[in-house]
């Protein structure tokens, strides 16, 4: 079965800050992974996915992750954070698009 | 144009009623899908449609009816609602080689 757990509820950073976001996985085969991020009231844009190759991701709005087998982890960073980032960011796993089971999110708070 | 529309945005209801939320998309994707996300956030999915056809149906009650009249529109039809099935219902549609979801706005479900 696969599964995905975000160890952090709630993390709070200073604009201009860095901001790392942990998800780890469990899944039987080559994992499919996304990061999602959920503004308050919108729905889920796709912020970046790992497929194969370059275990190291680039996406949008200035955001990367880097995918380790070893440690069936898949964090999100940012290396200066902005105001605009506060919002709640799913991790997800599947094969493919299909199924995609989700993390419980984590809520990220930006401090002025 | 919005790529996945969802209609309505926010539905009140009384216990009981039987309601429909209809879901559209314009990217031409062959795979659909409903989520539910509860209070806290929590996305599990509900049913997913392969150019008209059930493919996946995880354990919802079987009060909930998924309708996909062409691969463009997935509807949610539920029937004798209930307190519980208040929540946050996101439609999604992907295709194989482009990569993540593309999600709707969500319709936010309060049953009172």
């Known amino acids: 079965a696969q599964s995905v757990t975000q160890p952090d509820i709630h993390i709070t950073v200073s604009e201009g800050a860095s901001l790392e976001l942990r998800c780890n996985y469990s899944?039987?085969?080559?994992?499919?992974l996304f990061w999602y991020v959920q503004s308050p009231g919108q729905g889920l844009q796709l912020l970046l996915k790992?497929?194969?190759?370059?275990?190291l991701v680039q996406g949008i709005k200035g955001f990367e992750a880097e995918f380790k087998r070893s440690q069936s982890s898949f964090n999100l960073r940012k290396p200066s954070v902005h105001w605009s980032d506060a919002a709640e960011y799913f991790c997800?796993?599947?094969?493919?698009?299909?199924?995609?089971?989700f993390g419980a999110g984590t809520t990220v708070t930006v401090r002025a | 144009d919005t790529a996945v529309s969802q209609t309505p945005k926010y539905l009140v209801t009384q216990m009981g009623n039987d309601k429909s939320i209809k879901c559209e998309q314009n990217?031409?994707?062959?795979?659909m899908y409903w989520y539910k996300q509860d209070s806290k956030k929590f996305l599990k999915i509900m049913f997913s449609?392969?150019?008209?056809?059930?493919?996946i149906n995880e354990t919802v009650p079987n009060r909930f009816s998924p309708k996909s009249p062409d691969k463009a529109h997935l509807n949610l039809h539920i029937n004798s609602l209930e307190l519980g099935d208040s929540a946050v219902y996101f439609c999604a549609s992907s295709q194989p080689t482009s990569g993540g979801y593309t999600f709707g706005s969500g319709t936010r479900l309060t049953v009172v």
């Open positions: 899944y039987g085969a080559t994992p499919y």
């Open positions: 790992y497929f194969s190759g370059d275990t």
């Open positions: 990217l031409g994707h062959d795979t």
């Open positions: 449609y392969n150019n008209k056809e059930l493919i």
């Open positions: 997800a796993v599947g094969a493919r698009e299909n199924k995609l089971s």
